[in-house]
């Protein structure tokens, strides 16, 4: 009998537990190497630090964007960089920021959500931008970028 109330009053421990958590938002630990890759995404994408910001992808990159007839553009590393490189060889004046930007990480990975406003020559075009990061040896790494203009 004493077995059994045991096993009753730990099953109820954890139906409790489970239920109070169910549906609500798990907090994670401020991570400053995350932070800092999101500040070089921004901070590098310039022309003469092009190639450092290139270092921040995983060489299995893939880049996702639905495109205005419906399809979906993907592209590798060498492909979104090749089009990086050409728009800035362009000489046009590009930039981009983020707004609203969110960072949840856990167990090696983290989800990068965000706004952004993406310049070229001064025209202004918004969007939403989602980074998957991976943290390896050397530190992390974007191993995925999905992004739509609004």
């Given at each position: 009998?004493?077995?059994a109330?045991?096993?009753?009053?730990?099953?109820?421990?954890?139906?409790?537990?489970?239920?109070?958590?169910?549906?609500?938002?798990?907090?994670?630990?401020?991570?400053?190497?995350?932070?800092?890759?999101?500040?070089?995404?921004?901070?590098?994408?310039?022309?003469?630090?092009?190639?450092?910001?290139?270092?921040?992808?995983?060489?299995?990159?893939?880049?996702?964007?639905?495109?205005?007839?419906?399809?979906?553009?993907?592209?590798?590393?060498?492909?979104?960089?090749?089009?990086?490189?050409?728009?800035?060889?362009?000489?046009?004046?590009i930039?981009?920021?983020?707004?609203?930007?969110?960072?949840s990480?856990?167990?090696?990975?983290?989800?990068?959500?965000?706004?952004?406003?993406?310049?070229?020559?001064?025209?202004?075009?918004?969007?939403?931008?989602?980074?998957?990061?991976?943290?390896?040896?050397?530190?992390?790494?974007?191993?995925?970028?999905?992004?739509?203009?609004?």
């Open positions: 009998m004493r077995n109330a045991r096993s009753l009053a730990l099953t109820l421990a954890i139906v409790c537990i489970t239920t109070s958590s169910f549906g609500q938002k798990t907090a994670t630990l401020r991570d400053p190497g995350i932070e800092k890759l999101v500040a070089n995404y921004i901070g590098l994408y310039t022309k003469p630090t092009l190639t450092d910001w290139k270092k921040l992808f995983d060489p299995s990159l893939t880049v996702a964007n639905p495109n205005r007839d419906g399809s979906i553009m993907i592209r590798n590393l060498a492909e979104f960089y090749n089009a990086q490189e050409e728009r800035f060889a362009s000489g046009r004046r930039s981009e920021r983020l707004e609203n930007v969110s960072i990480t856990g167990n090696r990975i983290g989800r990068i959500n965000a706004d952004f406003i993406f310049s070229d020559e001064g025209v202004a075009r918004r969007g939403k931008l989602g980074l998957h990061a991976i943290r390896d040896k050397d530190g992390w790494k974007i191993v995925a970028i999905i992004f739509s203009y609004d």
